[in-house]
T-cell receptor
Framework: AAGVIQSPRHLIKEKRETATLKCYPI?????VYWYQQGPGQDPQFLIS???????DKGSIPDRFSAQQFSDYHSELNMSSLELGDSALYFC?????????????FGPGTRLTVL | GDSVTQMEGPVTLSEEAFLTINCTYT??????LFWYVQYPGEGLQLLLK?????DKGSNKGFEATYRKETTSFHLEKGSVQVSDSAVYFC?????????????FGQGTTLQVKP
């Protein structure tokens, strides 16, 4: 079965650079979530989209922005990168994002900021 | 706000031992509850879920029962294998939001020795 695809899988950037992470949800899934997992920590919710509209927002820095496109893929744009942004970034998708809908996670993008 | 608390790890067991990983939650209303597993270097995989009180989720020999009276969702397995070594996350869907974003516990590392 098709799974959530994330690209790139690994990304190395310098401080103050920008990065773009991409997420391709499971076909027919209309909701995308982004989570950040720091080293040895639990994933923290950043932002979500339903039917191409932002549906919820968590602890996402103002330096980050995201959107969901007409084909339901999503991109997380990160500017003025800081060392503390080094983390694993997960995308998850679900169908009609609701309270009992299961979220399926991608393999993650490991971002390293030097 | 809603929160999830897991027993601290690492948990080290011998193969074929009985496993319990404790998880308790605080939430308004009745969230859905999940266990996710993360193998080294990989993303989060859904292990099992329960959507209402007294539901039992099960998969691959793992079980967890949604206990409303004790606000718990403990993970159990009767006989662990070396291949079960991973980090286990308990999570709930946040009914305070209308998107079902997940709130995770801090994760419990399981090490199974031959």
């Amino acid at each position: 079965a098709a799974g959530v695809i994330q690209s790139p899988r690994h990304l190395i950037k310098e401080k103050r650079e920008t990065a773009t992470l991409k997420c391709y949800p499971i076909p027919r899934h209309d909701t995308v979530y982004w989570y950040q997992q720091g080293p040895g920590q639990d994933p923290q919710f950043l932002i979500s989209f339903y039917e191409k509209m932002q549906s919820d927002k968590g602890s996402i820095p103002d330096r980050f922005s995201a959107q969901q496109f007409s084909d339901y893929h999503s991109e997380l744009n990160m500017s003025s990168l800081e060392l503390g942004d080094s983390a694993l970034y997960f995308c998850a998708s679900s169908l009609a994002g609701g309270l009992t809908d299961t979220q399926y996670f991608g393999p993650g993008t490991r971002l390293t900021v030097l | 706000g809603d929160s999830v608390t897991q027993m601290e790890g690492p948990v080290t067991l011998s193969e074929e031992a009985f496993l319990t990983i404790n998880c308790t939650y605080t939430a308004t209303g009745y969230p859905s509850l999940f266990w996710y597993v993360q193998y080294p270097g990989e993303g989060l995989q859904l292990l099992l879920k329960a959507t209402k009180a007294d539901d039992k989720g099960s998969n691959k020999g793992f079980e967890a029962t949604y206990r409303k009276e004790t606000t718990s969702f403990h993970l159990e397995k009767g006989s662990v294998q070396v291949s079960d070594s991973a980090v286990y996350f308990c999570a709930l869907s946040d009914r305070g939001s209308n998107t079902g974003k997940l709130i995770f516990g801090q994760g419990t590392t399981l090490q199974v020795k031959p």
